[in-house]
């Protein structure tokens, strides 16, 4: 892997890249980083050029302050400006959990951008914030951390308090397969955010959620027209499956769901070959190769 350092929307994105051919680009979510890709960069890269960048706040990318450069307006701006930086009009966009969020939302705004869509482990926005709206019990045990992520200082202190502890009950204490993360993994990690702005920088994601989703451009929210992939570990702890339930309706092209009974939130983890598999398969169908 190269590590190339992209200007786009005003901020420099620190970034992976390796291999040829059609433009993928690898969305992590919270709390991970490029790293989150380990297990997809080597087998996709043999057939296409991966780009897996640290989003906005996060590692060795750009920490603009302020809640207000979080918002989901921001952060799809930062994948189109970055498309366009790589020299490209469209990319297959993978992404999971906030990245997730962010690919649903580029689909949807901006569809000529997104040749195909695949999503790991994040329902459709409008989705979620439905049954949030709606005050569905179910999800809100399992998002009572966003609740927690309003707060101003509290969750960075939390975490920073003990900072291993943190990373090991979400990461490897989330996961079905326990050997998915490593202690050398976490290591990683806890280097990755080893800048306190890296962390207000990522929950400064969930702060700014109260922003909503609309754009000032006055673009509108399409069903996203392109092929679709959408995979899910039915064991998430964060997301209930039922918020899977009514995919299409955000879709008017052809989707697929791929539920893994074996698998938790971090299903590119705990079932890295079976994930690669699907991706691969799903780009052929489209002699995307």
């Known amino acids: 892997m190269k590590t190339e350092f992209i200007r786009t929307n005003g901020i420099t994105l620190h970034c992976k890249v390796a291999g040829n051919g059609p433009l993928v680009i690898l969305l992590h979510g919270f709390p991970e980083f490029w790293f989150s890709w380990r297990r997809q960069i080597p087998v996709l890269s043999q057939h296409y050029k991966v780009v897996a960048p640290d989003l906005r706040g996060y590692n060795l990318s750009d920490k603009p302050k302020g809640i207000k450069n979080y918002t989901l307006e921001v952060l799809v701006n930062d994948i189109k400006g970055l498309i366009t930086a790589l020299g490209e009009k469209k990319a297959i966009i993978v992404g999971h959990d906030w990245g997730g969020a962010i690919a649903w939302a580029l689909a949807g705004f901006f569809p000529e951008m997104v040749s195909q869509l695949i999503i790991l482990n994040m329902p459709h926005p409008l989705e979620l914030n439905k049954h949030l709206k709606k005050g569905s019990l179910q999800q809100w045990k399992k998002s009572w951390y966003m609740a927690l992520f309003q707060l101003p200082m509290l969750p960075e202190w939390r975490i920073y308090s003990k900072p291993e502890a943190f ?49 000032s451009d006055g673009r509108t929210w399409q069903k996203s027209p392109m092929p679709v992939l959408f995979i899910f570990g039915e064991k998430d702890r964060a997301l209930g499956k039922e918020l899977t339930y009514n995919t299409q309706n955000y879709c008017s092209g052809k989707l697929s769901i791929k539920y893994l009974k074996n698998a938790s939130h971090w299903v590119q983890h705990d079932e890295p070959e079976l994930v690669n598999r699907y991706i691969l398969d799903f780009l052929s169908d489209y002699n995307i190769s």
């Open 167 to 215: 990373f090991y009950r979400a990461l490897k204490g989330w996961a079905c397969r326990k050997e998915a993360f490593s202690d050398n993994d976490i290591a990683q990690y806890i280097e990755a955010f080893k800048d306190k702005a890296s962390l207000t920088a990522a929950i400064n994601y969930y702060r700014a959620v109260r922003y909503g989703n609309k754009r």
